[in-house]
């Protein structure tokens, strides 16, 4: 069956290092890759995904390339700020119309300090 | 945009109570939608595939007659958690898809005493 696997946290940074937080799959055919995160106290949020191999998903300083070699979907960031103290999820799902059911990682807790 | 509301937020029951949780899509119609559970520090398990107009699916260890799940409506979907533990405490969040994307609930955070 599918499965993702993340990297066990937590992560702890100083504000302005460089985050990696790997994920790997596995699943059959060509899944869909996301990144979530999770604020606390708050529900998931979307912060990025990529829908076939090679394609890089972007936001808010956050990268993910999907690498289908390596079955891999790392979350980078160049610049951590306190801000991004958050749960971070990776997730997949198939591709395909109607398909809407996600299977998620364990999740990641970073904690960035001043 | 589309958004998928749930409510409440944040609801404590007594022990031997049972609570609903409801899920609803604000913009756009939904055949399917998803419960998913979230134990402490542990990530999001799909509890349930909720379609409308039929029974819900569960996923293997989930007791369906404990976690009534109900679709009665394009745009709203129901869980009802019966005579409530305080094992069943955690969070639950719904999602529903349309077009390419999935859309989250803002999750219910349930404790019971």
Same mark, same amino acid.
């Given at each position: 069956?599918? /499965? ?12 302005? @290092? ?13 899944? /869909? !890759? =996301?990144?979530?995160?999770? +604020?606390?106290?708050?529900? !998931?949020? !979307? ?25 891999? =979907? ?16 990776? @997730?997949?799902?198939?591709?395909? @119309?109607?398909? +809407? ?8 807790? *970073?904690?960035?300090?001043? | ?16 109570? /049972? ?10 119609? @939904? ?7 979230? =134990? ?35 745009? !709203? ?13 955690? =969070?639950?969040?719904? /999602? ?13 955070? *349930?404790?019971?005493?």
């Amino acid at each position: 069956g599918n /499965s993702v696997t993340q990297m066990e946290g937590p992560v702890t940074l100083s504000e302005e @290092a460089f985050l990696t937080i790997n994920c790997t799959y596995t699943a059959t055919g060509y899944p /869909s !890759l =996301f990144w979530y995160v999770q +604020y606390p106290g708050e529900g !998931l949020q !979307l912060l990025l995904k990529a829908t076939k191999a090679d394609d890089k998903g972007s936001n808010k300083g956050f990268e993910a390339t999907y690498r289908k070699e390596t079955t891999s =979907f790392h979350l980078e960031k160049g610049s951590v700020q306190v801000s991004d103290s958050a749960v971070y999820f990776c @997730a997949l799902k198939y591709s395909g @119309a109607g398909s +809407y059911q996600l299977t998620f990682g364990k999740g990641t807790k *970073l904690s960035v300090i001043p | 945009g589309a958004v998928v509301s749930q409510h409440p937020s944040r609801v404590i029951c007594k022990s031997g109570t /049972s609570v609903k949780i409801e899920c609803r899509s604000l913009d756009f119609q @939904a055949t399917t939608m998803f419960w998913y559970r979230q =134990f402490p520090k542990q990530s999001l398990m799909l509890m349930a595939t909720s379609n409308e107009g039929s029974k819900a699916t569960y996923e293997q260890g989930v007791e369906k007659d404990k976690f009534l799940i109900n679709h009665a409506s394009l745009t !709203l979907s129901t869980l009802t958690v019966t005579s409530a533990h305080p094992e069943d405490s955690s =969070f639950y969040i719904c /999602s529903a898809g349309t077009g390419n994307t999935i859309y989250f609930g803002e999750g219910s955070w *349930l404790t019971v005493v």
